[in-house]
């Protein structure tokens, strides 16, 4: 069996997708290791550079698609401007050793395009939406500089973006509900070790 396995974690916005991605690379049980991908939006406070994203300025995404280096991509239209997220085939995929991103539905069917559905599994988290919301206001309200427009622009993007058609076409089949976060990740791990046979 093939461990060098991509794990791709997505679902909607303030799903707890960012906890659960830390938590089952802190744990330290698991032999998978982070892919950090890469935005052209700004740093947020309290982000680091190289932790959830490589932060970088257009002329190098255009750049690196040019080098044809750019595995899967999103661009934006926000109230800010366009803001543009994508993997790079860099030296983060190996081999030798699973990995795990945090993605989107269209991100994933890039990189299922590009690695092929052997090597690649998805990881759908979902919430209640009532639950989502309320989750997505307390985060933007402990902002210094809160955007809620681009809360409500990111929230109806997701009725899109995660629709039941897409997730069909898609070939996403099993789900994580995560109303409790412990119960969420230990089901996610048990799908992580079933999958690499560890």
């Known amino acids: 069996m093939s461990k060098n396995k991509i794990f791709v974690l997505m679902g909607k916005s303030a799903t707890g997708k960012d906890t659960l991605y830390k938590k089952l ?11 950090v991908i890469y ?8 982000e680091i550079e190289g932790e959830a994203y490589h932060f970088v300025d257009v002329e190098t995404y255009e750049r690196l698609k040019a080098e044809q280096k750019v595995i ?14 994508f993997t790079v085939a860099d030296a983060q995929f190996t081999d030798s050793q ?3 991103l945090i993605n989107t539905l269209e991100g994933y069917t890039q990189i299922l395009s590009y690695f092929g559905k052997e090597r690649v599994v998805p990881l ?5 939406d009532g639950e989502r919301l309320t ?5 933007e309200k402990s902002q210094s500089e809160p ?15 995660f629709s039941e058609e897409k ?17 969420c990740l230990k089901e996610l791990e048990n799908a992580i070790r079933e999958v690499l046979k560890f």
């Open 135 to 139: 989750r997505a206001l307390c985060r």
């Open 39 to 46: 935005t052209t939006r700004p740093i947020r406070q309290g």
């Open 72 to 85: 899967e991509y999103r661009d934006y239209h926000t109230v800010h401007g366009i803001w543009s997220y």
């Open 98 to 100: 699973a990995v795990l």
């Open 25 to 35: 690379l802190e744990e330290g049980q698991l032999p998978i290791k982070p892919v």
């Open 147 to 161: 955007k809620y427009e681009e809360l409500c622009r990111r929230f109806l993007a997701d009725a899109k973006d």
């Open 167 to 183: 997730l069909a076409a898609a070939g996403i089949q099993k789900r994580f509900e995560n109303s409790n976060m412990e119960t």
């Open 124 to 128: 759908y988290v979902e919430v209640e």
